[in-house]
C-alpha cells in the first residue's frame, strides 16, 4: 500500500491512522490524526514515531517489531506528547500491511485511539494481576514438574524394592519347596523301595501257610480258635489290598515329591533346555489344594490341551513363576464369579450351580510355527473390564480389592517374557472369560552349540 492509496481510503475515516515504516518513520497520516498530534501532515510524514510520543524509543521499535512480525492487530499503548498539559493516552492497534522485503522494510497501518487516563491505570492495574498470576501459576507448574519428577523416582524404586520382595518371596518359596521336597523324598524312597520286598514276603508267608493247612489239616482247638480269630481268610484277602494301596501312595507321593522339585529348578542353571508342560505340571500340583473343592468354589475343572513342543531354552523358575501368577489370578477371577452368581441366588455354592456354571480352566499348548511357540491359560470367570486392558500389565494396577493384590504379578511375568524374548498378551470378554497367551522362542540346539 501506497501513501496515496492509504489516504484514499483513511482520509474519510473518523478513527486517527498513521501509515508507517517498522523503523519508526511516519509515511502518511489521516486528518483525524493530524488533529490529534495537533500537527499537520507535513509536519508529521518522514519524521520518526518517537519525536512526538513520551514512550521511550526502545519500546516504540519493540512494538513496530512486534506488529511487523505478526499477521494479526497487535495492541499496545502510547501517550502523544502535548506542549501543554499532560499527554494524550492512546491504544494503539497495528497491522502490518506489507511484509518485509530485502529491498525494504514490513509497512504497518497504525490506528489509535484516544483513552481516558485512567482507563489505562486500570488496565495496567490488571495486566499487572495478571502478569503476577501467570508468573506464580508457571512457579507452581514448575514445583508441581519437580514433584512429579520426585514421586516417579520414588515410584521406581518402590517398584523395584517390590519386585524385589516378589522375586525373594518367590525364590524363598523354591528354596522351602525344595527342602520339603529334599526331606520327603528321602524317608518314601526307603518306603517305596521297602514296600516290594514286603509284598514279596507277604507271598513266601502265604505260600507256607498254605503249606501247613495241607501238611495239618486237622490242627489243635487251640489254632481253630486263633484262626478264627484272626479272620485268617479275611486277612489273607485284604493284606494284599493293603499293600497295594500303599504302593500307590507312595508313587504319588514320589509323583507330588518330583512335581515340587520342577517347580522349584533351584539345581539347575539359569538358562537351559527345558520341557514346558514339565512347569506347567508342576505348578498346578503346587496348586491342587486350590482347585479341589473349597468354601470358595465347588471345585475348578482343569482341561489340558497339550501339543508336542519341542524343549525351549529358558529359565525355568522363572517361567514357572508366570504361570503361577496367572494361574492364580484365574483361580482368584472363578471364586469371584461363583461368589457373585451364589449371592445373586441368594445361598452358598451348590452342585446345581457348579453344573449351570462350571468353573473351568483351559491350558492349551501349541507349535506355532518353527521359531514360536505358545502357552494359552484361560478361565470363564467374568473377565476384565475392557476401559482397564490396557492398564494391565503396569505395575501396581490390579483389579483385586484392597489387601488381595500387589499389582505386581502381571507386571513381573510381562518383564518375565519380555527378558526371554518372547510376547505375553491378554483378550478378555465378560461373556466367556479371560485368556492370557504367551508365547517363546524356539532355540534350536546348534545355537546353544559355541
Known amino acids: 500500500m501506497t501513501p496515496d492509496q492509504f489516504l484514499t481510503f483513511a482520509q474519510v475515516l473518523p478513527e486517527p491512522m498513521l501509515l508507517i515504516i517498522s523503523t519508526g518513520e511516519i509515511l502518511a497520516v489521516n486528518q483525524a490524526a493530524t488533529k490529534l498530534f495537533s500537527k499537520t501532515s507535513k509536519a508529521l510524514i518522514g519524521e520518526h514515531l518517537s519525536e512526538f510520543v513520551t ?82 501459576r508457571q512457579r507452581i507448574q514448575g514445583e508441581l514438574a519437580q ?35 529334599h526331606e ?67 508313587r504319588r507321593i514320589a509323583e507330588i515329591v518330583k512335581s515340587l522339585r520342577n517347580f522349584s529348578r533351584l539345581d539347575e542353571a539359569t538358562f537351559k533346555l527345558v520341557d514346558i508342560h514339565e512347569g506347567l505340571e508342576a505348578t498346578l500340583m503346587i496348586l491342587q489344594s486350590r482347585l479341589n473343592p473349597n468354601a470358595n468354589h465347588c471345585g475348578i475343572e482343569v482341561i489340558k490341551e497339550y501339543d508336542e513342543l519341542p524343549l525351549i531354552y529358558c529359565s525355568a523358575g522363572q517361567l514357572n513363576q508366570v504361570f503361577m501368577n496367572i494361574l492364580n489370578n484365574a483361580i482368584d477371577a472363578l471364586e469371584e464369579a461363583e461368589k457373585l452368581r451364589s449371592l445373586a441366588a441368594g445361598h452358598s455354592p451348590s452342585r446345581e450351580s457348579t453344573q449351570n456354571h462350571p468353573s473351568r480352566i483351559w491350558i492349551r499348548t501349541e507349535k506355532l510355527s518353527d521359531r514360536f511357540v505358545t502357552i494359552r491359560i484361560k478361565d470363564n470367570g467374568n473377565g476384565i473390564p475392557t476401559q482397564v486392558h490396557h492398564q494391565i500389565f503396569n505395575p501396581f494396577f490390579t483389579t483385586k480389592p484392597i489387601g488381595q493384590g500387589t499389582g505386581l504379578g502381571l507386571s513381573i511375568s510381562y518383564q518375565i517374557i519380555d527378558s526371554h524374548n518372547g510376547r505375553i498378551n491378554m483378550i478378555s470378554d465378560p461373556a466367556w472369560g479371560t485368556e492370557f497367551s504367551i508365547e517363546l522362542p524356539i532355540v534350536e540346539q546348534s545355537d546353544l552349540e559355541y
Do not use: W
Open 55 to 136: 514512550d521511550s524509543p526502545e519500546k516504540i521499535t519493540d512494538y513496530l517489531k512486534a506488529c511487523a512480525q505478526c499477521r494479526q492487530m497487535m495492541l499496545g499503548a502510547l501517550t502523544i506528547h502535548q506542549s501543554a498539559g499532560e499527554g494524550i493516552v492512546c491504544r494503539s492497534q497495528g497491522a502490518v500491511i506489507q511484509p518485509r522485503s530485502p529491498q525494504s522494510p514490513a509497512i504497518i497501518l497504525l490506528r489509535l485511539e484516544k483513552r481516558e487516563k485512567n482507563e489505562f491505570v486500570v488496565l495496567n492495574q490488571k495486566i499487572h494481576a495478571l502478569s503476577k498470576e501467570i508468573q506464580q
Open 147 to 181: 514433584s512429579n519428577e520426585i514421586l516417579k523416582h520414588t515410584l521406581l524404586k518402590l517398584q523395584n524394592a517390590l519386585e524385589a520382595v516378589q522375586t525373594e518371596k518367590m525364590s524363598g518359596l523354591g528354596q522351602l519347596v525344595a527342602g520339603i521336597a
Open 184 to 250: 520327603i523324598n528321602n524317608p518314601i524312597s526307603f518306603i517305596h523301595g521297602n514296600l516290594s520286598y514286603a509284598s514279596e514276603y507277604y507271598d513266601y508267608l502265604l505260600k507256607l501257610i498254605d503249606l501247613y493247612q495241607q501238611e495239618y489239616p486237622h490242627p489243635s482247638r487251640v489254632i481253630q480258635e486263633s484262626i478264627a480269630a484272626l479272620e485268617l481268610d479275611f486277612i489273607k484277602e485284604d493284606i494284599k489290598k493293603l499293600l497295594c494301596s500303599m504302593q500307590m501312595g507312595s
